[in-house]
C-alpha cells in the first residue's frame, strides 16, 4: 500500500490572526502545516527542507515578502507561492507575478478563496507543471 505525502505548506504572516484562522482549516484539510510570524524564522525553516506551497504576507518587519519570495523560488523552484496583503497595488501584483508567483489575493480574503487557490497550486505541484 504506497500513501502520497501530505502536501505541506508553510504560512508566513506577522499578523498572527492569519495563521490561527488558516492553519486549522488547512489542516482539516489533510495538509501539512507551518506558520511563522517572523520573516526570518522563517527563511531558516525553508533552507532546512522545501515546502510544495508558500502563503506569505509582503509588509513584514525584517525581510519583506518580496525578498522571502524570490529566496523560496532559488532555493526550491518547485514551490509554489501564494502571496497575501493588505497592500495590493498593480506593482506589486506584477513584481510578485515576475518572481513567479502562483497567485496574489489582496486581504482580507475569505477562508474558501484562499483554499480554493491552494487547492489549484497543489495540483500543480502533484503534475509538476
Do not use: C, H, W
Amino acid at each position: 500500500m504506497t500513501t502520497t505525502a501530505k502536501t505541506s505548506i508553510l504560512i508566513l504572516d506577522d499578523e498572527p490572526i492569519v495563521s490561527k484562522r488558516l492553519q486549522p482549516a488547512l489542516e482539516k484539510r489533510g495538509y501539512e502545516v507551518e506558520s511563522f510570524y517572523e520573516s526570518v524564522k522563517a527563511l531558516a525553516r525553508v533552507q532546512e527542507r522545501s515546502f510544495d506551497i508558500v502563503v506569505t504576507d509582503l509588509k513584514m518587519e525584517g525581510i519583506d515578502g518580496m525578498q522571502f519570495l524570490a529566496e523560496v523560488k532559488n532555493l526550491s523552484p518547485r514551490t509554489e507561492v501564494i502571496v497575501i496583503t493588505g497592500f495590493a497595488t498593480m506593482d506589486t501584483a506584477k513584481e510578485s507575478m515576475r518572481k513567479g508567483v502562483f497567485d496574489f489575493l489582496a486581504k482580507p480574503f475569505k477562508l474558501g478563496e484562499i483554499q480554493e487557490v491552494i487547492k489549484k497550486a497543489e495540483e500543480r505541484v502533484r503534475t509538476g507543471g
